[in-house]
Structures are given as C-alpha cells and as structure tokens.
C-alpha cells in the first residue's frame, strides 16, 4: 500500500536517523536504494546510524560468528555513503552489530571479530530479549526464554560490552522494562538504548488495552529514566503490534494524526528522560507499515513546535551523535 507524503516542515533541521535497517528477506527487501529513497524526500537527513536485521549474515562457519557478516556489508554501505556518491546522507556512519551474549565470556572473540569487521564504525550490539507469556507476541527468529537479562552468563557475556567500548542497543516488549532498569543498575557504566520507548504492545493478550497499561508504562519509564545510563529511542509505533491502529485506517494518516498518536508516549518520554537522552527514530522499514518516512518526522516536528533550539537539537540529533560518537556528522554535533 503507498504510504502518504508530504512536504518537509522546518527543511533546513540536520537529522541523526539513530535506527534504521538494510535487509532481503524471503518477499522483503530494502536495501541502500529504497531507504535512500525515503530519505530524500525532503528532510535533512545528515548521518543515520544501521542497526542489525538478521540479515547479510555469513553462510558458514562457526554459528556465533556468523553476524560478523551483516557488519561487514554494514560498513561497506557507510564507505559508499562516505565517499559522497549517494549524497549528504551519511548511512550507517555508526553501526549496531548482533552478538549472541549468552555465551558469556566465550562472546569475547566475536565482539573482537566485529569491531575489526566494522571499521571503527560499530558501536554497539543488539540481542533482541523481547519475551511475554503470550507466545503469539515472540519472533520465531528471536527465541529467547523469560528472564534472559538476569541470567548470569548473559550478564557475563554484557560485562564486556563497556571494556571493548560498546553500547547495548535493547528491544524488549513494555512489560519487560523494570528487567532493563535492573540491567542498567548493575552496570552502570555502560550505556543503553532503548529500543522504541520500550516497544508498546497493543495486540494479543493486550488487545485493547492501551490505555489501561500506560499507567504501568509510563512508570516504568519513569523509574528507568533514573538511571543516567540509559537513553531512550522515541519512535517504533508505526506497527500493527503498537495497537495505534494506523494500518487499519482507510487512508494512510497524515503527519497530524501520527503526532496526535504519538504524543502521550513522546510527551512522558521527554519529560522522564530530558532531552539530552532522547532521540528520535525512524526504525524504517518496519514501521512503513504505518506512515511513510516524510510524515513520521513532519510528526516529530510538530510535536516539538513548543520546544527550545536546544532541546529541538537534541532531540533530532544531537543526542544520538554524542550516544554514537558520531564525529563529524555534518552539524549535527
């Protein structure tokens, strides 16, 4: 289905895109092109950071090194933007990789094994934890058991994140996030993203009851937000599993729409976390299934209409350059 666009409010403003993917999957591909694509349509889209899709892995050798293939094909996509032949936009000028971090200690050679393969570009690493009791919420490709950010290997293999430098990207669903709080308190000095202001469910087990569990969300956002450790990625609620309902509508929505959605989320965000800690995203292109790229950020700009020059600035890229180290990014710093 097309996607609505429209012409870009406040043109001029640099954007860090902080979570984006490139992926072929069996009936889905978007590579360099499509999201080039989206990007050029109006908005100053200046640096992007590329986060792991399963995808572009290596097809042989031992298992757990295997993701060191989709940060290579990372890189060279951040070469061919560097060079300036695809534009301003600098794609993947920083790169989350994947790394199983249940093997503990072992998870040491493969996170040496990355950092190589991604050329001083990679900063982090993502291992999805999303889990609920309600199984039809799990992604088959994703199986992970309850309780996996207080197990001890995982933990173990998470204790070298900060030595090797490295920030920990989490995806988990909202009922999850006092386990990233507790994450974050034992080890404080490694910083974490969260993934899509906690990755909302409003489906399954949790049909139509958005606003009886924003209560819980907002609390524990809240109490997250204590820990200064912690950033948050305000975006990823252009899904069906969001429960905002915008695939469903007869027209794709326009940017007011999406903001008037977003808001309560956005809203309690940035008041919990202070701008200097939130970023926005895109999280294209899973979230297309919602709206397209130009009316998620015509949305991020109307809700920040209020907003200071210096929290607009954090909020649309400055915050992610700094999280990222993202030097030199046009002047987004």
Avoid at 31 to 51: P, Q, Y
Avoid at 86 to 94: P, Q
Avoid at 133 to 144: I, K
Wanted: charged share 20%; glycine share 12%.
């Amino acid at each position: 289905m097309g996607r609505r666009n429209e012409p870009a409010l406040e043109p001029e403003l640099p954007i860090v895109d902080p979570h984006h993917h490139l992926f072929v999957r069996p009936g889905w591909r978007y590579m360099l092109d499509d999201f080039l694509a989206d990007t050029g349509t109006g908005h100053n889209i200046v640096g992007t950071v590329l986060v792991e899709a399963n995808s572009m892995y290596r097809d042989s050798g031992p298992v757990e090194m295997r993701p060191v293939g989709e940060v290579e094909f990372a890189n060279g996509v951040a070469a061919t933007c560097a060079s300036g032949y695809c534009g301003k936009t600098r794609v993947a000028a920083g790169i989350v990789g994947n790394a199983d971090l249940r093997l503990g200690s072992r998870v040491e050679a493969v996170l040496d094994a990355l950092l190589r393969a991604g050329g001083d570009r990679l900063r982090g690493i993502r291992y999805i934890t999303a889990w609920d009791a309600d199984t039809s919420l799990l992604n088959p490709a994703y199986p992970v058991p309850p309780g996996l950010l207080g197990d001890n290997t995982f933990r173990e293999g998470f204790a070298l994140l900060g030595p090797f430098g490295l920030s920990f990207d989490a995806l988990v669903l909202h009922p999850q996030l006092d386990d990233v709080a507790n994450l974050a308190g034992a080890f404080p000095d490694t910083k974490i993203a969260l993934n899509h202001v906690g990755r909302l469910v409003g489906v399954g087990a949790y049909a139509g009851r958005l606003s009886e569990q924003f209560p819980r969300w907002a609390a524990s956002i809240k109490a997250l937000a204590a820990h200064e450790n912690v950033y948050v990625k305000v975006g990823g609620l252009g899904q069906a599993v969001n429960g905002l309902g915008f695939e469903k509508l007869a027209e794709p929505p326009s940017s007011e729409t999406v903001a008037n959605a977003m808001r309560p989320y956005v809203e309690t965000c940035i008041e919990a976390f202070g701008a200097q800690r939130c970023m926005f995203e895109s999280n294209f292109p899973p979230d297309k299934e919602g709206f397209s790229y130009s009316v998620y950020w015509n949305a991020c700009k109307l809700l920040t209409r209020g907003a200071g020059g210096t929290e607009k600035t954090d909020l649309f890229a400055r915050t992610a350059t700094r999280f990222y180290r993202l030097n030199g990014i046009g002047n987004a710093g």
